[in-house]
């Protein structure tokens, strides 16, 4: 679906994020299915996906979601300043709470940290008595106290904080000091060197090399799009709609409620796809992820990230009567001709600009006075966000 990998939308454009190549796509007359095509993308794969390295085991420690769409492996040092993780795995934990867990593998760097491996062995000797994160976030959190004490006295420290977790000292200074543990920590990194693993900290998402950046708003923009592989179709809606009859859609809010009328008659793809998909529950409990006051707001991603999709696209639809004169027209985001997805905006002005380039099919009825409420938000890359508002669910009556 996706490479591992991030980028943003860097412009105020009304588009999704690039696709895939595919077929010219011709607009049919009667036979309006054949406008649209699945995209067939190779899925992204999944946590027990053949990998290179090492499978995540029982013997690995685990935290987070068993059943996550998303397993990050991070081979790292906790006396390496730099690596410090916490706090991102922390934010990516609470953000993400069913679709991501990480995996800690010990890869002690003793050519330029002293007391790496009895931080490893430290948290190991906790792992003993069923605390290996407890202590694991004490050694990251407390880092500024330890890296510059000597190996003595770091061994003090740890036997304090020992004592502050409840574990029985004798028993975790026993296990920290034995052959067990010492020969633990060194086969551990014996075995990153043998893989090739080239740096601290070294990721792996669902076993395949991660090289982006590695802050919160590409990393959450990676799970989520690979959490939104599972929802995808594999086949094109099927024509269901009458272009005879009424479609409104129900937009549920966090700041209350707007009403649409569809026009199936003048855009019929998009009507047909747009009620397939709420539903199926596409649009429940998604948020408006780009919202520029005076001009228009975005939503239809379940991923939040502005480059999800439903796995399929069908054709560019245009009616003589239908223009962006007005506030208040439903449109269909693209990244170009024929490839709309799920995703959709409305305007809060004329935009004569977006004329030929963009689906329109439908407007709102009321609900104008809500759309005005909805908070502005403009993803850049590199700047972290306050989540978006709502789109709570969409309800479709046919008359």
Not at 330 to 349: E, K, L, R
Request: proline share 7%.
């Amino acid at each position: 679906m996706i490479l591992l990998s991030a980028c943003a939308n860097t412009t105020n454009s009304i588009v999704v994020e690039e696709l895939p190549a595919t077929a010219a796509l011709v607009i049919p007359t009667p036979a309006l299915k054949q406008a649209c095509t699945n995209l067939n993308l190779e899925p992204t794969p999944g946590p027990d996906a053949l990998s290179l390295f090492p499978a995540v085991s029982q013997k690995d420690h685990i935290r987070g979601n068993a059943d996550a769409a998303v397993t990050i492996v991070i081979y790292d040092d906790f006396q390496c300043t730099e690596c410090n993780y916490l706090r991102l795995s922390q934010l990516l934990l609470e953000t993400h709470p069913k679709n991501v867990r990480f995996v800690y593998r010990h890869f002690s760097y003793t050519a330029l940290f002293d007391k790496s491996e009895m931080a490893a062995r430290a948290a190991e000797a906790a792992a003993d008595q069923g605390k290996f994160w407890e202590m694991h976030d004490i050694l990251f959190e407390m880092q500024a106290e330890w890296v510059d004490l000597t190996p003595d006295a770091f061994e003090r420290w740890l036997t304090t904080q020992a004592g502050a977790l409840e574990l029985d000292k004798a028993q975790f200074t026993t296990y920290l000091n034995s052959k067990g543990a010492i020969e633990q920590v060194k086969s551990a990194a014996e075995e990153a060197e043998q893989i090739g693993i080239p740096q601290i900290p070294f990721y792996l998402i669902n076993g395949q090399i991660y090289q982006g950046p590695t802050n919160f708003e590409p990393l959450s923009q990676v799970i989520s799009l690979i959490a939104l592989g599972e929802q995808q179709f594999t086949d094109c809606p099927p024509f269901t709609i009458n272009p005879e009859k009424q479609y409104l859609a129900k937009l549920e809010t966090e700041k209350g409620e707007l009403v649409l009328l569809l026009y199936p008659d003048k855009a019929p793809l998009a009507v047909n796809s747009f009620v397939f998909l709420a539903q199926a529950g596409w649009f429940d409990n998604i948020t408006f992820h780009r919202v520029l006051p005076g001009f228009v707001a975005q939503t239809g991603d379940p991923s939040g990230t502005g480059q999800g999709n439903p796995g399929y696209i069908f054709n560019n639809e245009s009616h003589p009567t239908l223009n962006f004169d007005r506030a208040g027209l439903v449109a269909m985001a693209n990244s170009g001709p024929d490839t709309n997805g799920s995703q959709f905006f409305i305007t809060y002005a004329p935009a004569p600009e977006l004329d030929g380039n963009f689906t329109i099919f439908g407007k709102v009825l009321s609900g104008m006075d809500v759309l005005e409420k909805l908070t502005a938000r403009n993803p850049q890359p590199g700047l972290s966000l306050a989540p978006g508002d709502k789109l709570i669910r969409v309800s479709i009556e046919e008359n």
